[in-house]
């Protein structure tokens, strides 16, 4: 889709309470949130909490958050310091306020999310958003968390909204097909190649997959997308690819193939077949067969084994076939939940 940048409005429209923004990257998402948190403080008196996974991730964020000229002219910001007194935003630390009837009125406030505690027992009811920017990211990321990220999200949703509307809108760039809220949530496998909207429990999950190519506006726009065609990354880029499942070896399991062992770690299922020495991956899990899973869980009943250190000895021809390219996936999202498999097992 040839477009210039991301309009948020459909997506603010269908009303979710949590809305996944997961798109191609540099199409200004995160300005046109910027600008529509900074309006709605400004005329409304509104209140945003802007969230980050990582303490120097939120540093970061706030040093830099309305600092581009261009960004802050698009936003219609104009940041107070001793040679601007006339400026509409004064930022202190990770908090900003703006200039409301000649008083300064705190409208943002970056945090991350091991901040949950100091959240518990807060109540605002002028606080009606939460943004997680940068929600998406790759799974070697994501195990540098430490806790329960899901949880710890969660924690800070009810915290904030008590007996008051709030809604979250998670921003992320659309670089993975599995990520622990979907799996949290049980929100099933999109294909990349889906444009447009979905909507789950009832309507109070929403997710956007879209890819937006910007127009090359001048040679150098086009010497950059000269560099990256043909690439791995010029297709994460480009043509909607998952970051983490470029090269992947599509295939599904025939229907005389065995199974060889299933998996739910860290909420991914995965379900693995063999037939002749190949191996054939995917979500699928029997219930009424053994799953190793590395949190205890009702929902596999009798079925289920924690894992331990010496179950990683049973599984050592996956090595060799992962080793001779013999392993095949139906999808991009079991693909990334063979990834925990391969973490676990050391083949990786």
């Known amino acids: ?24 990257r540099n199409v200004g998402k995160t ?21 980050r996974r990582f303490d120097n991730e939120a540093n970061k964020c706030a040093e830099s958050f309305f600092t581009n000229r261009k960004l802050a002219s698009f936003c219609g910001v104009s940041l107070w ?22 008083e300064w009125y705190l409208f943002l406030k970056i945090i991350h999310l ?25 799974p070697a990321k994501l195990r540098q968390y430490r806790g329960n990220e899901v949880n710890d999200f969660l924690d800070i949703f009810i915290s904030v909204k008590r007996e008051h509307k709030v809604r979250c809108f998670f921003l992320g760039n659309k670089e993975v097909a599995l990520n622990p809220y979907f799996a949290y949530f049980k929100i099933p496998y999109i294909p990349k190649e889906y444009q447009g909207f979905k909507r789950y429990r009832g309507g109070s999950i929403v997710v956007e997959q879209r890819d ?56 991914a299922p995965l379900r693995i077949r063999y037939k002749d020495a190949s191996f054939y991956m995917d979500s699928k899990i029997d219930v009424n067969s053994n799953v190793y899973c590395d949190n205890d869980t009702t929902q596999y009943k009798r079925r289920q084994i924690l894992t331990k250190r010496v179950h990683r000895n049973y599984f050592t021809a996956i090595e060799k076939a992962f080793a001779d390219g013999r392993i095949y996936y139906d999808n991009e999202s079991t693909y990334e939940a063979a990834q925990r498999f391969y973490l676990w097992t050391r083949i990786i």
């Open 81 to 102: 310091n001793k040679d601007n007194p006339s400026g509409n935003v004064k930022q202190v630390g990770r908090n900003f306020y703006v200039r409301r009837k000649n």
């Open 31 to 51: 300005w046109g949130f910027k600008k529509r948190q900074f309006l709605r403080g400004q005329k409304k008196g509104k209140k945003t909490l802007w969230v």
């Open 114 to 138: 091991g901040e949950v505690g100091a959240l518990r027992g807060f109540d605002d009811v002028d606080l009606d958003t939460i943004i997680f920017d940068e929600y998406t990211t790759t």
């Open 1 to 24: 889709m040839l477009e210039e940048y991301y309009d948020a409005v459909p997506a603010i429209s269908r009303n979710g309470v949590f809305t996944f923004i997961d798109i191609t």
């Open 212 to 267: 937006i190519q910007k127009r090359a506006k001048s040679t150098y726009d086009v010497q950059v997308n000269e560099l990256f065609r043909g690439t791995d990354y010029g297709e994460f880029l480009y043509n909607g690819a998952y970051k983490t499942a470029i090269r992947l070896q599509k295939g599904t399991a025939p229907p005389d193939s065995k199974l060889y062992a299933q998996f739910n770690l860290k909420g």
